[in-house]
């Protein structure tokens, strides 16, 4: 019968399988696709194995075999294909991606689009991480599974204004030896690629249709190496995957059991879906008779194994958790029992596990009266797959080197410099470094500056990032450049601002709060650098306002702090009061009131005087009794293993004082021995400890 109608508009599909392929041609006539010829071939050796071209040339003789014969049919020349590559090598990925604005924007289909390139980029190099082969993949499909809005879950992003957008998304990646071999076996055939897709992919487009895919479905592909799983949810295509067991794994038990070979053993399993018993020779060319239940009692455990690796994988694709139900195509589930054991496995009524054959191909016809069946679905799905994307591989120069893709439902630059291997950071303006830092115990960042963009030009023209690219294309990409870094005056932090209130001398004095940062009091004019630990004072000590004020007190001069004798190491906080007063030392009882002579106070002649008297107040305080000073309780601040802490309630702290601030445990030996420093120098437990010392305290090792 030749057909000579629609000529124009055919579609020719092959799925190439482990054990025949399948030649479909048709067209799409409104929502129905017309079969106009179909034509299966037989590998005649094992040239594929678990989906994977072995014998590129003998399984280009076999689709040569194919397009012969439909040609035949047709009466018509056919020179280009739609193909599928198995799901046994079929890697995904799903991740998340967010883009953060300045501002709140209008959210456009350019926004949309560019959030899933970055989503499709980050699941590569998500991929890239975890693939540890040296084989090159390619990204051959994507969907995305959900969008947010703010951080809310969004349908559609378009027309909303945000702050952020984001997605979750699933990626599909094959490597570049399948796509090359199934490239070469059709080209043997005269044949050139229009489209092509993955296995799931094109039997989920007839065995699930999409106003079933907000349903959490599972659809099992059993063909002859490989099962193909796919999962839909909240309107889409969730997740893929496989496993390396499907209808050979039974024939090869046949094939031993009964003493036969793999094609005899093929026959064996088939009939017995028809008849109750099957004749065969065996190796010898004896004849034989085997019942259906011998041969699956002898498969019993086999179809067993193999649902059970077809329900694990639907729950980890799932998210542990077992779908609602679960289509199942392809001839290796054809099986009896097979459909049974997946319901078991999920836990879900037997009656939500089913063959998908006639009831899916209410808008399919075959022009030649072929009976629907399950093992049609993903051949049919292959040609319709055709009008939704129109995929095959294009080359385009990028930098000079000629870069290979993957023609999805539409190229941007961002593709081809993914798949160029170009820094992603490179084609976006750079932040100079930031400064990361913290202040009373808050981690701080202060970002650097953003630089300029990478310069694209497409043919010679400037162009977006997320430009759409086609065939023999020249790119030219300049990279970004990198701002600024942070720059962050200590003055500028917010917590800087404002004074410290206190009384001297009956005046009210503003003192600017200080910073102690990394255990080193800085002052106003320092940069905060990266790492930086700051901790804000709220005191100063009496030396400290002296030098503020720029006050020498004279020789014989006293200090109080709320009415309580001090010295230069008292603290001083908000409205406290301080007050140097000129005693008179005539009437100096004890030798521990007079002021230190640390060099600041005395004139020479002073200093010869103090001396001659110093052996006759010796005498006179020896002969008192000693008047006990009352010490003031003040707070220090020290750092401890690079942590600045405030010592609180003590007028004096010693070494093992710290160990009530940290957490160290002294009553196990961690180390070879216990190091104890103060600034850099070792020391010991009862060591008095003074304002701003730097502590380290640690293990041996």
Request: proline share 3%.
């Amino acid at each position: 019968m030749l057909i000579t109608d629609n000529q124009g508009k055919y579609i020719f599909g092959l799925d190439i399988g482990t054990r025949s392929i399948v030649g479909t041609v048709g067209y799409k006539e409104e929502e129905k696709f017309i079969v106009v010829a179909q034509e299966v071939r037989e590998h005649k050796t094992r040239a594929m194995i678990d989906g994977q071209i072995h014998d590129i040339g003998q399984v280009g003789a076999t689709i040569v075999e194919v397009k012969q014969a439909l040609e035949e049919t047709l009466g018509i020349k056919l020179g280009e294909v739609c193909i599928a590559a198995a799901g046994r090598v079929l890697k995904t990925i799903e991740t998340s991606v967010t883009i953060d604005f300045e501002e709140e924007t209008l959210i456009t289909p350019e926004h949309i689009a560019g959030l899933t390139s970055y989503g499709i980029e980050k699941a590569y190099e998500q991929f890239q991480q975890e693939n540890d082969t040296d084989i090159k993949f390619y990204c051959v499909g994507n969907s995305v599974i959900r969008y947010y809005l703010n951080g809310y879950q969004m349908s559609n992003l378009e027309s909303h204004n945000a702050r952020s957008i984001g997605e979750d998304i699933i990626a599909t990646f094959l490597p570049d030896d399948v796509v090359d071999g199934l490239y070469k076996a059709v080209e043997i055939a005269g044949l050139k690629v229009v489209n092509m897709t993955i296995e799931p992919i094109a039997a989920i487009a007839v065995a699930i249709p999409e106003n079933y895919r907000m349903l959490n479905i599972a659809l099992i592909d059993v063909g002859a190496g490989t099962s193909d799983i796919s999962i839909t949810r909240d309107g889409c295509i969730v997740a893929y995957g496989m496993i390396p067991v499907a209808g050979d794994s039974l024939t090869e038990i046949i094939a031993k059991d009964c003493l036969v070979d793999f094609a005899t053993a093929e026959q064996i399993k088939r009939g017995i879906s028809e008849k109750d018993e099957v004749e065969y020779n065996d190796i010898m060319l004896l004849p034989q008779v085997i019942k259906k239940e011998s041969v699956l009692k002898m498969l019993d455990g086999a179809i067993g194994d193999m649902a059970k690796q077809a329900s694990d994988k639907i729950l980890e694709l799932n998210g542990d958790k077992p779908v609602s139900a679960v289509f199942v195509v392809g001839g290796g589930g054809k099986i009896e029992g097979y459909t049974e054991k997946i319901a078991e496995n999920l836990n879900i009524i037997a009656q939500r596990v089913a063959l998908r054959g006639e009831e899916v191909m209410q808008n399919i016809e075959f022009k030649d009266g072929t009976k629907k069946d399950s093992l049609l679905v993903t051949p049919i799905g292959i040609c319709l797959n055709y009008y939704e994307q129109n995929n095959n591989f294009i080359y385009v120069t990028f930098n000079d080197t000629s870069v290979k893709l993957y023609n999805g439902s539409s190229l941007a630059v961002v593709d081809a410099a993914m798949h160029a291997g170009f820094p992603n950071d490179h084609l976006f303006p750079r932040r100079g470094n930031p400064i990361n830092y913290s202040i009373n115990g808050v981690n701080k960042i202060v970002r650097g500056e953003l630089g300029e963009p990478a310069v694209i030009t497409l043919n010679g023209d400037v162009v977006s990032l997320h430009h759409e690219i086609k065939a023999n294309d020249v790119i030219t990409v300049v990279p970004s450049s990198a701002g600024a870094d942070a720059i962050l005056p200590i003055n500028k932090i917010p917590e800087i601002k404002g004074n410290l209130a206190i009384n001297v001398n009956g005046s009210r004095v503003l003192l600017p709060k200080m910073p102690l940062i990394n255990g080193e009091i800085k002052t106003l004019y320092y940069d905060v650098q990266d790492g930086d630990k700051i901790v804000m004072l709220d005191y100063y000590t009496v030396k400290q306002i002296k030098e503020f004020m720029d006050v020498n007190l004279e020789y014989g001069t006293s200090v109080y702090v709320n009415n309580e004798k001090a010295d230069d190491s008292t603290l001083v906080y908000e409205n406290f009061s301080v007050k140097w007063v000129k005693e008179d030392l005539s009437e100096t009882n004890s030798y521990d009131e007079l002021p230190e002579d640390d060099g600041e106070y005395y004139s020479s002649a002073s200093s010869s005087n103090a001396a001659s008297e110093d052996k006759d107040i010796e005498s006179e305080a020896e002969d008192q009794d000693e008047t006990p000073v009352p010490k003031v309780i003040r707070d220090m601040a020290v750092t401890v293993n690079g942590e600045a802490i405030i010592l609180k309630g003590k007028p004096e702290y010693l070494f093992v004082d710290v160990f009530d601030y940290i957490e160290f445990d002294r009553s196990k030996v961690g180390g070879k021995a216990l190091i104890t420093q103060i600034n850099k120098a070792p020391t010991d437990f009862l060591r008095v400890l003074q304002e701003g010392d730097v502590v380290d305290i640690y293990w041996e090792q």
